[in-house]
């Protein structure tokens, strides 16, 4: 068997990486694949947060590259599926004690047994987001229709465009928030995609669903009613190659919105 | 006639004074008093009505001089309430008690003795044993007997009859008492004994590290790093001892000790005691929130069903202490003394 390496990157920090990661992680282990999350950052490890995992972890994947554990044992199953693993950073070291190498060896053993291995990239664009995306021929790129998360985003797709091992480069759309797409005061999907003119896989709504999810250490794929939930399915879906239709972000429309609507048309044009 | 023993006691007799200010007065000189560094007071206050507040600044001026409050006597209602509020023991000494004269041998005390005397006219206690430092109090029989009954535990750990007390205070050094009181408050019902799952058993096979053997050293025996300092996350603390922390250990943080971890206040992070294979060695924390609880090869990691987010602030504390037994890591928990 040989896995599918994606890296889950963006530039900025904040956008949704790793709930991102840990959300379509749940969502293709649910469809009965063997996953691994690999947190990569280093010294500010969430995934393991997000998923609940944090007091189950003994060895981190710097255990591993030193040859303290087998890697084997570093991975940690989730309490749910067992067909999802997680590889957690090490917390009390940084990006240093990791080279791109070493990654990719890692990369390699996982996906000999693996159906997905998704790489939880650090923000920034220094070793540590060199180092994971070392091992990854695919990458997935989380933005959020914001000037400043696009313009990174836009510098990290140059920079994954030079290398040679990745294949493909999707675009996640985060935190959109479709009645501020509506009255003009956010950049529309297709305004984010004018700019970076990559493969859209996902646009995920804004959902406070999320910010509950984190803290309880549940992905909010678990959540059959949020909305969030759903669009993380969908691009889960998309991953494995189905056609499956954007979501109708749009609230139910009535006369006073259609009219609200087209009264923000026409002030945005004036 | 019984004698009564407070171990390293002090007596400070205020109940002469007539009101919360000439109080004040009369104990912050004596209290400047270098002698009075590191006692136990016993504090009598006669008939003055205290309220909360007076009685807590009070203590808290004894204990700005390192000393602390081992039991005041009070004949006043409000007083005594204030007292009990506050945690502070309230025992009698009884009017008739025989205020033994100081015969230290160190003349120089002696001095400074009589000049306190001179100031306050109350000071007043005490036989000095000066070579063990300890301090006798002649009481009368109605200090210790059944009509003043002994009513914590902490007043059994330091008052014995003078018989015992002697030999003891010669050959058994002070931790002797950690277990008796240990025992006690057990039968006293003060300390349950818990083996709920509020930590989970980990399977993770051989961890010790290479070379390292399962040992029962005394972990007393081991040096000890103290730290007084928040543990934050990603932080570690490794020591080839005991590590004694004066903060809260944040989760994400990391103690890794030969010997014992003691945490005065929230331990929230992974505490790994006897790291090299002590299995007697303990952690312990006023909190005990540990992500995972390590002890020797024994790794145990917190119930899901106590998903804290994050350290909880509180004021509430129940210190609580882990260590092995039968194979097993045991929570003996103190509880409040209701």
């Given at each position: 068997?040989?896995?599918?390496v994606?890296?889950?990157?963006?530039?900025?920090?904040g956008?949704?990486?790793?709930?991102?990661?840990?959300?379509?992680g749940?969502?293709?282990?649910?469809?009965?694949?063997?996953?691994?999350?690999?947190?990569?950052d280093?010294?500010?490890?969430?995934?393991?947060?997000?998923?609940?995992?944090?007091?189950?972890?003994?060895?981190?994947?710097?255990?591993?590259?030193?040859?303290?554990?087998?890697?084997?044992?570093?991975?940690?199953?989730?309490?749910?599926?067992?067909?999802?693993?997680?590889l957690?950073?090490?917390?009390?070291?940084?990006?240093?004690?990791v080279?791109?190498?070493?990654?990719?060896?890692?990369?390699?053993?996982?996906?000999?047994?693996?159906?997905?291995?998704?790489?939880?990239?650090?923000a920034?664009?220094?070793?540590?987001?060199?180092?994971?995306?070392?091992?990854?021929?695919?990458?997935?790129?989380?933005?959020?229709?914001?000037?400043?998360?696009?313009?990174?985003?836009?510098?990290?797709v140059g920079?994954?465009?030079?290398?040679?091992?990745?294949?493909?480069?999707?675009?996640?759309?985060?935190?959109?928030?479709?009645?501020?797409?509506?009255?003009?005061?956010?950049?529309?999907?297709?305004?984010?995609?004018?700019?970076?003119?990559?493969?859209?896989?996902?646009?995920?709504?804004?959902d406070?669903?999320?910010?509950?999810?984190?803290?309880?250490?549940?992905?909010?794929?678990?959540?059959?009613?949020?909305?969030?939930?759903?669009?993380?399915?969908?691009?889960?879906?998309?991953?494995l190659?189905?056609?499956?239709?954007?979501?109708?972000?749009?609230?139910?429309?009535?006369?006073?919105?259609k009219?609200?609507?087209?009264?923000a048309?026409?002030?945005?044009?004036? | 006639?019984?004698?009564?023993?407070?171990?390293?006691?002090?007596?400070?007799?205020?109940?002469?004074?007539?009101?919360?200010?000439?109080?004040?007065?009369?104990?912050?000189?004596?209290?400047?008093?270098?002698?009075?560094?590191?006692?136990?007071?016993?504090?009598?206050?006669?008939?003055?009505?205290l309220?909360?507040?007076?009685?807590?600044?009070?203590?808290?001026?004894?204990?700005?001089?390192?000393?602390?409050?081992?039991?005041?006597?009070?004949?006043?209602?409000?007083?005594?309430?204030?007292?009990?509020?506050?945690?502070?023991?309230?025992?009698?000494?009884?009017?008739?008690?025989?205020?033994?004269s100081?015969?230290?041998?160190?003349?120089?005390?002696?001095?400074?003795?009589?000049?306190?005397?001179?100031?306050?006219?109350?000071?007043?206690?005490?036989?000095?044993n000066?070579?063990?430092?300890?301090?006798?109090?002649?009481?009368?029989?109605?200090?210790?007997n059944?009509?003043?009954?002994?009513?914590?535990?902490?007043d059994?750990?330091?008052?014995?009859?003078?018989?015992?007390?002697?030999?003891?205070?010669?050959?058994?050094?002070?931790?002797?008492?950690?277990?008796?009181?240990?025992?006690?408050?057990?039968?006293?019902?003060?300390?349950?004994?818990?083996?709920?799952?509020?930590?989970?058993?980990l399977?993770?096979?051989?961890?010790?590290?290479?070379?390292?053997?399962?040992?029962?050293?005394?972990?007393?025996?081991?040096?000890?790093?103290?730290?007084?300092?928040?543990?934050?996350?990603?932080?570690?603390?490794?020591?080839?001892?005991?590590?004694?922390?004066?903060?809260?250990?944040?989760?994400?943080?990391?103690?890794?000790?030969?010997?014992?971890?003691?945490?005065?206040?929230?331990?929230?992070?992974i505490?790994?005691?006897?790291?090299?294979?002590?299995?007697?060695?303990?952690?312990?924390?006023?909190?005990?929130?540990?992500?995972?609880?390590?002890?020797?090869?024994?790794?145990?990691?917190?119930?899901?069903?106590?998903?804290?987010?994050?350290?909880?602030?509180?004021?509430?504390?129940?210190?609580?202490?882990?260590?092995?037994?039968?194979?097993?890591?045991?929570?003996?928990?103190?509880?409040?003394?209701?």
């Amino acid at each position: 068997m040989t896995g599918r390496v994606i890296v889950i990157t963006s530039g900025k920090g904040g956008v949704g990486k790793t709930t991102t990661s840990a959300n379509i992680g749940t969502a293709l282990a649910k469809e009965g694949y063997k996953v691994v999350l690999i947190d990569t950052d280093l010294g500010l490890r969430n995934l393991d947060l997000l998923l609940g995992l944090e007091n189950r972890i003994v060895y981190t994947i710097v255990d591993v590259i030193e040859e303290r554990c087998k890697l084997r044992q570093a991975l940690v199953k989730d309490k749910k599926n067992p067909n999802l693993q997680l590889l957690a950073a090490a917390q009390t070291r940084d990006k240093s004690a990791v080279n791109a190498d070493q990654l990719r060896e890692i990369c390699e053993k996982l996906k000999e047994e693996n159906d997905f291995v998704l790489v939880d990239c650090p923000a920034g664009i220094e070793q540590g987001f060199q180092n994971a995306v070392a091992g990854a021929s695919e990458a997935i790129v989380v933005t959020t229709p914001e000037m400043s998360a696009i313009r990174d985003a836009d510098r990290i797709v140059g920079l994954l465009g030079p290398k040679e091992e990745i294949e493909s480069c999707k675009l996640i759309i985060n935190r959109v928030r479709p009645s501020l797409i509506k009255s003009n005061e956010m950049m529309s999907v297709e305004d984010v995609l004018g700019i970076l003119e990559i493969p859209l896989v996902g646009v995920i709504p804004e959902d406070t669903g999320i910010i509950t999810s984190t803290n309880k250490g549940e992905p909010i794929v678990n959540d059959e009613e949020a909305l969030a939930g759903k669009a993380y399915r969908n691009v889960a879906q998309r991953i494995l190659g189905e056609e499956v239709p954007f979501l109708d972000l749009d609230e139910p429309k009535g006369f006073v919105a259609k009219i609200k609507n087209a009264f923000a048309k026409w002030k945005a044009k004036v | 006639m019984e004698k009564g023993f407070v171990e390293n006691g002090f007596i400070i007799d205020l109940s002469n004074t007539k009101n919360t200010t000439q109080l004040v007065f009369e104990l912050s000189t004596i209290m400047e008093h270098p002698d009075v560094k590191g006692k136990r007071i016993c504090l009598k206050l006669g008939g003055l009505d205290l309220k909360q507040s007076q009685l807590l600044s009070i203590k808290a001026l004894i204990e700005s001089m390192d000393a602390e409050i081992a039991f005041i006597d009070t004949t006043s209602e409000q007083t005594d309430a204030s007292a009990v509020s506050l945690g502070i023991i309230v025992s009698k000494l009884d009017a008739n008690t025989v205020v033994p004269s100081y015969k230290a041998e160190n003349t120089e005390i002696k001095e400074e003795t009589v000049e306190i005397k001179e100031e306050s006219e109350e000071v007043s206690t005490e036989t000095q044993n000066s070579e063990e430092k300890v301090i006798e109090i002649h009481a009368d029989s109605e200090l210790n007997n059944e009509t003043n009954p002994i009513n914590t535990v902490l007043d059994i750990e330091d008052t014995y009859s003078e018989e015992t007390t002697q030999e003891l205070s010669e050959i058994i050094p002070s931790e002797h008492f950690d277990n008796d009181f240990e025992s006690l408050a057990m039968n006293e019902g003060l300390i349950s004994k818990e083996e709920i799952s509020k930590y989970i058993l980990l399977d993770t096979g051989e961890v010790l590290p290479e070379g390292a053997e399962e040992n029962t050293i005394d972990t007393k025996t081991l040096p000890t790093l103290y730290l007084s300092q928040t543990l934050r996350s990603g932080q570690t603390v490794n020591y080839e001892g005991n590590i004694f922390i004066v903060g809260d250990a944040h989760p994400g943080s990391e103690i890794v000790a030969d010997g014992d971890i003691t945490v005065w206040g929230i331990l929230g992070g992974i505490a790994h005691a006897g790291a090299k294979g002590n299995i007697t060695s303990k952690v312990r924390a006023l909190k005990l929130n540990a992500i995972q609880l390590r002890i020797a090869g024994l790794y145990a990691r917190r119930n899901d069903t106590l998903n804290v987010p994050y350290v909880q602030k509180t004021n509430e504390f129940t210190p609580e202490e882990a260590q092995i037994e039968e194979g097993k890591i045991v929570i003996y928990k103190k509880l409040r003394r209701d």
